[in-house]
């Protein structure tokens, strides 16, 4: 009676251990993992450099996604692009990603697994309007102001024709819709949780406009496990260019579209375990950019 018990307990266990959706191949290292969790690095060497690879891939039925920001109180509210009834797009103060930490860690929010930067935006001033919507906590926050998008100030035709992403959180999942001015509101009336807009990674800018240079890029794309499992999946990369980063995922066995949240200097990636992994950071005078303050950010908990 011992033995089976103990081989019903040994098979038990195994069927409740949480399974990682993605194949691990030679050369990852799991630096966390946590609560349906987990996060990935990867070195990829060529003959020149490196990339670093730092994914994410996060059970929805046991985490939850919010955001962190602050809306300026100095500054009035600028006319937004992209939506059609709700067309305020106000400042956000850019805060110190080091304070962000402390805030989250140390104040009262619980279970902090990991932060990201997650917009655009569109001045390094103390605040910024950020560059496409946002809704949180089911309130529509900002209706964006790029003109690298489709509205009728874009600043050149490509930019007019791309079709905006909306990456929605609801009901312990995520989704990736179409977005345009016209369906804005359906998003508050839906009940999401929260909803990042942003383009798809061939029609960030620096694909457009230089394919070929090497960056930080910030990817955000969706997963479909087991028993109805949604994962989302975060990929920070360092000195690759945006597509082959996202091929990167593609190769993962990421089937959905891709997102772009950022690029650039202002990429950030913290995780509980392993700490302040990417800071913003730039080759240029970074006390005139002030790049290590953003404006917007993402953070993982579990419930």
């Known amino acids: 009676i011992a033995l089976l018990f103990f081989v019903f307990l040994s098979f038990a266990q195994a069927q409740s251990r949480p399974e990682l959706p993605i194949r691990m191949t030679k050369g990852m290292e799991i630096l966390d993992s946590s609560n349906y969790a987990w996060l990935i690095h990867q070195s990829i060497k060529s003959t020149h450099d490196t990339s670093e690879m730092y994914i994410q891939v996060i059970d929805l039925r046991y985490n939850t996604v919010s955001q962190y920001f602050k809306l300026s109180a100095n500054e009035g509210k600028g006319l937004g692009l992209y939506a059609e009834e709700k067309n305020n797009s106000p400042y956000f103060e850019r805060l110190p990603y080091n304070e962000v930490i402390d805030s989250l860690r ?23 309007q950020l560059s496409f919507p946002l809704v949180a906590k089911g309130k529509f926050i900002t209706a964006g102001s790029s003109r690298y998008g489709p509205s009728d100030s874009a600043a050149n035709m490509y930019y007019k024709k791309v079709r905006l992403k909306a990456m929605v959180f609801a009901k312990n999942k995520c989704h990736l819709n179409n977005y345009s001015q016209q369906n804005a509101l359906r998003f508050e009336m839906k009940a999401a949780d929260n909803v990042i807009v942003t383009y798809e990674h061939k029609d960030h800018p620096a694909n457009y406009f230089a394919p070929a240079i090497k960056n930080r890029f910030q990817l955000a794309a969706i997963l479909q496990g087991k028993l109805k499992s949604n994962y989302l999946i975060l990929l920070s990369s360092t000195n690759t260019t945006i597509n082959t980063a996202a091929n990167y995922l593609k190769n993962l066995g ?45 953070f993982i908990q579990s419930k």
């Open 254 to 298: 990421v089937r959905s579209s891709i997102l772009s949240l950022d690029g650039g200097a202002s990429v950030f990636l913290y995780n509980q375990k392993a700490g302040t992994i990417l800071k913003p950071t730039t080759k240029q005078d970074a006390a005139e950019l002030k790049v290590e303050r953003l404006p917007h950010y993402l």
């Open 106 to 128: 140390y104040g009262n929010v619980k279970h902090v697994w990991s932060i990201i930067n997650a917009s655009f935006f569109e001045k390094y001033e103390d605040s910024t």
